[in-house]
């Protein structure tokens, strides 16, 4: 006895499934190929916007952190000019950890970029092995 075991992964079946499709409704394949076009091109074009957004909100992100660097560098600046050396170093420290507190984000955040991911799906995990004892016997 011998066993034969066929897979196929992607989003179109396989020529052979392709064949039944169209011997039990002519013009199904056609049909099949025009989903997973439009599917495809609706993807691309979530994807397209979602960049755009994610730019877009990254330069007013960036710039409302420059701004907001400014206006405390500012307030440092006349806190020293009316004699508030403590309230001078409170701002100049806000402002100095939180541009280094953002550039480490950064860099953290551009380590996990999208072109560092695998282009190989990765096998399914085995689940976690249950240790299974044999229930107590109550005395």
Known sequence: MQTTSVQHRGP??????????????????DRI????EKEQDHRHDWERRHLRW?????????SFGWLLSLALAAGAVYCATISQPTAAVALTSVAAFGAVG??????????RADHNLPSAPQPPSKPAQQNRRPPKKKR
């Open 12 to 29: 179109i079946p396989s020529p052979e499934q392709f064949g039944g499709y169209e011997q039990i409704l002519p013009g199904s394949a």
């Open 33 to 36: 190929l025009k989903m997973a």
């Open 54 to 62: 994610d730019g877009l909100i990254n330069i007013v992100s960036l």
């Open 102 to 111: 953002s550039f480490l984000r950064g860099k953290r955040l551009f380590s």
